[in-house]
């Protein structure tokens, strides 16, 4: 856009120089949650590079931040049009589709209300207060013995691919009625490979910018595609058989909730009819696929830090043994006895920042941000990590250190400060898992670290470097892990 296009009293949003073609993506070199944090130096809360060819417009500052998607959230609820995300569910996901505003709230809305009642729906025994604990507490036991038997027969774990198995079941069986064994197949190779799939959707991926890279031979592209292509199948295939013998008066998950919503549709005359049963029951497909890899990372985060930081594993541990004690499995209500679990989680989130970017934005009108003018259209980058790393914020951003989020006598969250950690972005777009995800960390964790003590292997050094992408993960290491003994 050009300078005399703006309206009179904006300014344009300011930014380095950039290359013909490639625009800056050299200088974002690898870490673009680095490079763009070091930019905002010069450049403020509201800068522009260019990637390949096209203005992106990235945010900093937690109140530029609040700013455009909160007070001004339909300004900025948009989705860009990339040449990725289009294969994501056919084109059709709620969460990556360009869409009309009409179509996505609605979907929105829908996915927000089923992923609720059968969260909070009442358990199958009066032991647990709802579905979503029976589930976690399940496959948190399942999960410990797969690991106590790994552990005899290979002497070492690598923690992703058992943790990823446990969450993608909790997930599963609210959307789909059902788990999978530790050793399946399908599954395995489903959730084993999303390597690509973060790799893609991580903001700034240069074949979205630069169209020739998608028609060079591009390994990490193809996968992509193959990875969306098996992952509809799967799904599909499970939607199939729900329809089969869907019962009206029998609604087992969301999926069936989903169908019973298209079916009472049908029958009524007043009903929008504009969105095709295919992207009502599609949902299922956004909900099972946010709500495996972002839990399994922060999961895996967790176990890394806790090797990296043996004191803070000591004190979690017995901090649970006061308040829990041995003699029975931690629940979600035990959450507000343990201020320092939480405190944990809390700077595992901030600290990692393992989405450093929310899903890329865009502007749904012109509008103009703090005196900027930003067009319709224009992609826009939500940069949570610099927020999470502002030393305007933080104390010593840097060193990870739990107590930030205690109160000065240690015996609750500072919720003030737990509040200003970004990541599940804001407003409009904001994550719809988030309860259901904060929920799943605590009561994994607790029961990990109450049942198991995980080690590194002498002489090898923790690299907590992560790989960039959607989400971050870190390297996969093989970790020991021992059973603690459960009567002292
Ligand atoms: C969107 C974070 C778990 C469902 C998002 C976004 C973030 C996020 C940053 C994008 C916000 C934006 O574009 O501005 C996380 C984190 C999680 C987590 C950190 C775990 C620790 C979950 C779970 C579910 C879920 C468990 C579902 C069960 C969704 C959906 C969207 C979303 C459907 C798309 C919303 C939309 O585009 O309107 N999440 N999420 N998330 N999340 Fe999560």
């Given at each position: 856009?050009f300078?005399?296009?703006?309206p009179?009293?904006?300014?344009?949003?300011p930014?380095p120089k950039?290359l013909p073609?490639?625009g800056?993506v050299l200088?974002?070199?690898?870490k673009p949650?680095?490079t763009?944090?070091?930019?905002r130096?010069?450049?403020?809360?509201?800068?522009?590079?260019?990637i390949?060819?096209?203005?992106?417009?990235?945010?900093?500052g937690?109140?530029?931040i609040?700013?455009?998607?909160?007070?001004q959230g339909?300004d900025f609820?948009g989705?860009?049009n990339l040449?990725?995300f289009?294969y994501?569910n056919?084109?059709k996901s709620?969460t990556?589709s360009?869409e009309k505003a009409?179509v996505?709230?609605?979907?929105?809305?829908?996915?927000y209300s089923?992923l609720?009642?059968?969260?909070?729906l009442?358990a199958t025994?009066?032991?647990?207060?709802?579905m979503?604990?029976?589930?976690?507490?399940?496959?948190?036991d399942?999960?410990?013995?797969?690991?106590?038997?790994?552990?005899?027969?290979?002497?070492?774990?690598?923690p992703?691919r058992?943790i990823?198995?446990?969450?993608a079941?909790?997930?599963?069986?609210?959307c789909?009625?059902?788990?999978?064994d530790?050793?399946?197949k399908e599954?395995?190779?489903?959730v084993n490979?999303s390597d690509e799939?973060?790799?893609v959707?991580?903001?700034?991926?240069?074949?979205?910018?630069?169209p020739v890279?998608?028609?060079?031979p591009?390994?990490?592209?193809?996968?992509?595609v193959s990875?969306?292509?098996?992952?509809?199948?799967f799904?599909s295939?499970?939607v199939?058989?729900?329809?089969?013998?869907?019962?009206?008066?029998n609604?087992?998950?969301?999926t069936?909730?989903?169908?019973?919503?298209?079916e009472?549709?049908?029958?009524?005359?007043n009903?929008?009819v504009q969105?095709s049963?295919e992207?009502i029951?599609?949902?299922v497909?956004d909900?099972f696929?946010?709500g495996?890899?972002?839990?399994?990372?922060?999961?895996?985060?967790?176990?890394?830090y806790?090797?990296?930081y043996?004191?803070i594993?000591?004190r979690?541990y017995?901090?649970?043994k006061?308040k829990?004690?041995?003699?029975?499995a931690?629940?979600l209500?035990d959450r507000?006895?343990l201020?320092?679990l939480?405190?944990?989680?809390?700077e595992?989130f901030?600290h990692?920042?393992?989405l450093?970017?929310?899903?890329?934005h865009?502007?749904?009108?012109?509008?103009?941000?703090?005196?900027?003018?930003i067009?319709?259209?224009?992609?826009?980058f939500?940069?949570q990590w610099?927020?999470?790393?502002?030393p305007?914020?933080?104390k010593?951003?840097s060193?990870?250190?739990p107590?930030?989020?205690?109160?000065?006598?240690?015996?609750?969250v500072?919720?003030?400060?737990?509040e200003?950690?970004?990541?599940f972005g804001m407003?409009?777009r904001?994550?719809i898992?988030?309860v259901?995800?904060?929920?799943?960390?605590?009561?994994f964790?607790?029961i990990?670290?109450?049942?198991?003590?995980?080690?590194?292997?002498?002489?090898?050094?923790?690299?907590?470097?992560?790989e960039?992408?959607l989400t971050?993960k870190?390297?996969r290491?093989?970790?020991?892990a021992?059973?603690?003994?459960?009567?002292?």
């Open positions: 856009y300078s005399n296009d703006i009179k009293g904006l300014k344009s949003v930014g950039s073609i490639i800056n200088e974002m070199g690898s949650y680095l763009l944090t070091a930019m130096q010069h450049y403020g809360n509201v800068f522009k590079i260019r390949g060819m096209r203005p992106v417009v990235v945010l900093s937690s109140e530029t609040r700013q455009a998607l909160v007070k339909d609820s989705r860009p040449h990725s289009s994501i056919d084109g709620m990556f360009t009409g996505w709230r609605a979907q929105r809305k829908l996915a089923a609720r009642s059968f969260s909070t009442d025994t009066p032991e647990y207060s709802c979503l604990e029976e589930h976690i507490v399940k496959e948190a399942y999960l410990i013995k797969e690991i106590n038997t790994v552990m005899k027969t290979e002497g070492s774990f690598d992703f058992y990823v198995v446990s969450v079941n909790v997930i599963c069986g609210i789909f009625g059902r788990r999978y530790h050793h399946d599954l395995l190779s489903l490979l799939f973060v790799k959707t991580g903001s700034g991926y240069p074949a979205d910018f630069i890279l998608r028609f060079l591009n390994k990490t592209l193809k996968a992509f990875i969306n292509e098996r992952f509809k199948n799904v295939k499970i199939t058989e729900h329809y089969a013998t869907y019962n009206k008066d609604i087992r998950d969301i069936d909730s989903l169908i019973d919503h298209c009472d549709r049908k029958l009524d005359e009903a929008n969105i049963d992207r029951v599609g949902i497909n909900l696929g946010a495996f890899d972002t839990v399994t990372t922060a999961l895996s985060w967790s176990v890394m806790l090797v990296a043996p004191d594993q000591e979690l017995q901090d649970l006061e829990v004690g041995l003699d029975r931690p629940v209500s507000s006895n201020p320092y939480d405190a944990f989680i809390l595992i901030r990692s920042s393992f450093p970017f929310t899903i890329p865009c502007a749904t009108k012109d509008t103009s941000l703090n005196g900027y003018f067009p319709k259209d224009t992609c826009v939500i940069n610099q927020v999470n790393h502002d305007e914020l933080w010593d951003p060193s990870f250190n107590e930030r989020f205690l109160s000065a006598d240690g015996t609750e500072n919720r003030v400060n737990g200003k950690v970004m990541v407003g409009k904001r994550c898992g988030e259901i995800a904060r929920n799943e960390v605590f009561l964790l607790a990990l670290i109450n049942n198991l003590h995980f080690e590194m292997f002498p002489g090898e050094p923790v690299d907590m470097t992560p960039y992408g971050m870190p390297k290491y093989h970790l020991k021992v059973m603690r003994a459960k009567k002292e």
